[in-house]
């Protein structure tokens, strides 16, 4: 896995910035930080509303695991101390840890951006276009296009991440207030009763 950094504007109204880091230096929290405030800077023109910048994400795609936390994904969200509750400025930051190559779609793809042999990889996309490169290395790559769908899916697979890490959120607020049946908190966050259960056992704990 090469050091590469790719910038995109604007895919589905979300700034994206999507790093590929084989050093720990390379995806350090502050520069996560930085590269945050460059996508809010490139993407607001002067004298615009602030309510006109974009969600944005910034995406460290890293050999290691950079936190040390044993995931192989993390999602940083700002939050209100002492309250539990989002800050919700709609600006994210997710590492995602090469090193766990499991049989998740996320697992599958890290495993893709690691191997060499298209007879050996997973996603299609990723198949085609080595092959493409292999066949004649004369012949232009057209990464970013290739990168496109690659962020794409990146992108939804984070995106679906955070949507059920701010459901289960929901629903441990909803299981300590008391007001709702264990049924009825499974129903309304589409969660199998099981995993609510769970939540209310060890809430109760």
């Known amino acids: 896995m090469s050091d590469l950094m790719f910038m995109r504007s604007l895919i589905d109204g979300k700034a994206v910035n999507i790093e590929i880091q084989r050093q720990d230096k390379?995806?350090?929290?502050?520069?996560?930080?930085y590269n945050s405030?460059?996508?809010?800077?490139?993407?607001?023109p002067t004298g615009e509303n602030f309510d006109a910048l974009p969600e944005t994400y910034v995406i460290f795609i890293t050999e290691r695991d950079v936190l040390k936390l044993n995931e192989p994904i993390y999602f940083i969200e700002r939050?209100?101390?002492?309250?539990?509750e989002f800050f919700n400025d709609a600006a994210h930051i997710v590492y995602v840890n090469n090193s766990i190559q499991d049989d998740t779609p996320l697992g599958k793809l890290m495993h893709d951006f690691s191997c060499a042999d298209p007879a050996k990889m997973f996603y299609k996309e990723i198949i085609d276009k080595v092959r493409l490169f292999k066949v004649d290395e004369e012949e232009d790559f057209e990464m970013p296009g290739f990168m496109d769908k690659i962020i794409e899916k990146v992108r939804r697979e984070t995106a679906e991440e955070v949507r059920r890490e701010t459901e289960i959120k929901n629903?441990?607020?909803?299981?300590?207030?008391?007001?709702?049946?264990?049924e009825e908190i499974a129903k309304c966050f589409s969660l199998p009763i099981e995993?609510?259960?769970?939540?209310?056992?060890?809430?109760?704990?």
Do not use: F, Q, W, Y
């Open 79 to 84: 939050m209100i101390v002492g309250k539990n």
């Open 171 to 182: 629903a441990l607020k909803i299981i300590e207030n008391g007001k709702l049946t264990l």
């Open 26 to 33: 390379g995806a350090a929290v502050k520069r996560a930080r």
């Open 195 to 205: 995993e609510v259960r769970a939540l209310a056992a060890k809430n109760s704990v």
């Open 37 to 44: 405030s460059m996508l809010d800077t490139n993407s607001l």
